[in-house]
């Protein structure tokens, strides 16, 4: 049990989370860098198309990284050294968060990808299962272009989702009666450097749809057409679900431990501002994982609602933690940043609840299918310099003094 006398982490621990924070920021990196390397600029097409993955995980990821060490340092050395049991207890559950991660990357890396397909194996593919004589050859590089393009120009993409669900329980017209669209599985430069989209038959499109789906889950299964980019993903992906898992783990013990955790009190103000930093990276995933699934039903349409359920499973995760520590977490320490985080938080539901799709709108528009390399190097820069903002405890200290007298008045 925790004794009355203040705690100093463990310098064994602290080495070993070090380490695995440093493996970590290499897993984060890697695929982005490894994308670069083998396309250069032409990579930022896409990246754009799996921000999730490519974008954010190299930038905001980062920020979470540094923001989440201390929480993870205080949990570890609270388990290790405090609680009986505790290094058992602390090694089980790492062991089975490294499994269920595993599995749940298998699952993660089984979904067909643009990002991890060769470039040369994208311009030209013939659309699979159709005679030679009677299927036109479209590029899905030509696709990704266009779309991009498209992007930039307009704000929001969502009207140009074609729904190809034929089950007749839902409630959405039929093929044949729903409006046509421009459908990027078939589109061609020309038709969008002329300012008009060329609308194509729902059904039509479909079909285009699925055939492009289906020759781009073939290029990524080919072990010869897969990209530097997209191996590093497979081989980093289960450490990238295993620190999401940990960090909403660990949030919630800490709420659960609150008593617990008296003899961290002089780390505890900074664990309290680095929990919600760490909780607000956390959020920006979702919307960029919400981007990415709109961009991914614009270019390949929308066959199944199935799509998206490990993006709902993580968005609940995350707003469940989130809810946690407001309720549990916060009521130890500075009363007026208690106070003031509530009516934060309060607000900021409202608006994620009330402007979601506009928020992911947003989000696709400026940080993933519309985002330009110069925008893509500030916000690389950014997230950085943020980092080390965050990893430095001098400037940390400075930065927290300030918010706390800001928050205080």
Same mark, same amino acid.
């Given at each position: 049990?925790?004794?009355?006398?203040?705690?100093?982490?463990?310098?064994?621990?602290?080495?070993?989370?070090?380490?695995?924070?440093?493996?970590?920021?290499? &897993?984060?990196?890697?695929?982005?860098? %490894?994308?670069?390397?083998?396309?250069?600029?032409?990579?930022?097409?896409?990246?754009?198309?799996?921000?999730?993955?490519?974008?954010?995980?190299?930038?905001?990821?980062?920020?979470?990284?540094?923001?989440?060490?201390?929480?993870?340092?205080?949990?570890?050395?609270?388990?290790?050294?405090?609680?009986?049991?505790?290094?058992?207890?602390?090694?089980?559950?790492?062991?089975?968060?490294? !499994?269920?991660?595993?599995?749940?990357?298998?699952?993660?890396?089984?979904?067909?990808?643009?990002?991890?397909?060769?470039?040369?194996?994208?311009?030209?593919?013939?659309?699979?299962?159709?005679?030679?004589?009677?299927?036109? /050859?479209?590029?899905?590089?030509?696709?990704?272009?266009?779309?991009?393009?498209?992007?930039?120009?307009?704000?929001?993409?969502?009207?140009?989702?074609?729904?190809?669900?034929?089950?007749?329980?839902?409630?959405?017209?039929?093929?044949? /009666?729903?409006?046509?669209?421009?459908?990027?599985? %078939?589109?061609?430069?020309?038709? !969008? %450097?002329?300012?008009?989209?060329?609308? &194509?038959?729902?059904?039509?499109?479909?079909?285009?749809?699925?055939?492009?789906?289906?020759?781009?889950?073939?290029?990524?299964?080919?072990?010869?057409?897969?990209?530097?980019?997209?191996?590093?993903?497979?081989?980093?992906?289960?450490?990238?679900?295993?620190?999401?898992?940990?960090?909403?783990?660990?949030?919630?013990?800490?709420?659960?431990?609150?008593?617990?955790?008296?003899?961290?009190?002089?780390?505890?103000?900074?664990?309290?501002?680095?929990?919600?930093?760490?909780?607000?990276?956390?959020?920006?995933?979702?919307?960029?994982?919400?981007?990415?699934?709109?961009?991914?039903?614009?270019?390949?349409?929308?066959?199944?609602?199935?799509?998206?359920?490990?993006?709902?499973?993580?968005?609940?995760?995350?707003?469940?933690?989130?809810?946690?520590?407001?309720?549990?977490?916060?009521?130890?320490?500075?009363? /007026?940043?208690?106070?003031?985080?509530?009516?934060?938080?309060?607000?900021?539901?409202? !608006?994620?609840?009330?402007? =979601?799709?506009?928020?992911?709108?947003?989000?696709?528009?400026?940080?993933?299918?519309? !985002?330009?390399?110069?925008?893509?190097?500030?916000?690389?820069?950014?997230?950085?310099? =943020?980092?080390?903002?965050?990893?430095?405890?001098? %400037?940390?200290?400075?930065?927290?003094?300030?918010?706390?007298?800001?928050?205080?008045?």
């Amino acid at each position: 049990m925790a004794g009355a006398t203040n705690a100093t982490p463990d310098k064994l621990i602290k080495l070993a989370l070090q380490i695995i924070f440093c493996g970590l920021a290499v &897993a984060f990196v890697a695929p982005t860098a %490894a994308l670069y390397y083998t396309d250069g600029l032409k990579s930022v097409d896409f990246m754009a198309l799996e921000p999730s993955q490519f974008i954010y995980f190299p930038t905001i990821g980062l920020i979470s990284l540094s923001a989440w060490f201390l929480p993870c340092l205080v949990f570890a050395d609270l388990y290790w050294t405090r609680l009986p049991f505790g290094k058992f207890r602390l090694l089980v559950t790492f062991l089975i968060g490294g !499994i269920v991660a595993y599995f749940i990357s298998l699952y993660v890396n089984n979904e067909t990808s643009f990002a991890t397909v060769k470039l040369d194996s994208l311009r030209t593919i013939k659309v699979a299962d159709c005679a030679n004589t009677t299927c036109p /050859e479209f590029s899905l590089a030509t696709s990704l272009d266009n779309l991009r393009h498209v992007s930039r120009h307009k704000v929001d993409l969502s009207a140009l989702v074609q729904d190809c669900m034929e089950d007749p329980f839902r409630l959405i017209r039929p093929l044949a /009666e729903q409006k046509q669209k421009f459908c990027f599985a %078939a589109s061609n430069i020309p038709s !969008i %450097a002329n300012n008009g989209l060329e609308n &194509a038959e729902p059904a039509a499109c479909c079909k285009f749809q699925r055939r492009a789906s289906e020759s781009l889950r073939k290029l990524s299964e080919s072990d010869r057409t897969v990209s530097a980019g997209g191996l590093w993903l497979k081989f980093t992906m289960p450490f990238r679900v295993f620190f999401f898992g940990m960090m909403i783990l660990i949030t919630i013990h800490l709420g659960l431990r609150k008593k617990d955790l008296v003899p961290y009190a002089p780390y505890m103000q900074e664990v309290e501002i680095r929990v919600v930093v760490g909780l607000v990276t956390l959020a920006a995933f979702i919307a960029f994982g919400y981007a990415q699934l709109q961009t991914r039903e614009v270019l390949l349409g929308r066959f199944s609602e199935d799509d998206d359920v490990l993006l709902k499973f993580t968005s609940a995760a995350v707003l469940g933690a989130a809810g946690f520590v407001g309720l549990f977490f916060y009521n130890m320490h500075n009363r /007026e940043i208690e106070k003031a985080g509530k009516i934060t938080g309060i607000i900021t539901s409202g !608006i994620a609840y009330f402007k =979601f799709d506009q928020i992911i709108v947003l989000t696709n528009k400026y940080f993933g299918s519309g !985002i330009s390399p110069f925008a893509l190097i500030i916000l690389l820069f950014v997230s950085f310099l =943020f980092s080390i903002l965050i990893i430095s405890t001098p %400037a940390w200290r400075a930065i927290r003094a300030i918010s706390i007298r800001s928050l205080s008045r």
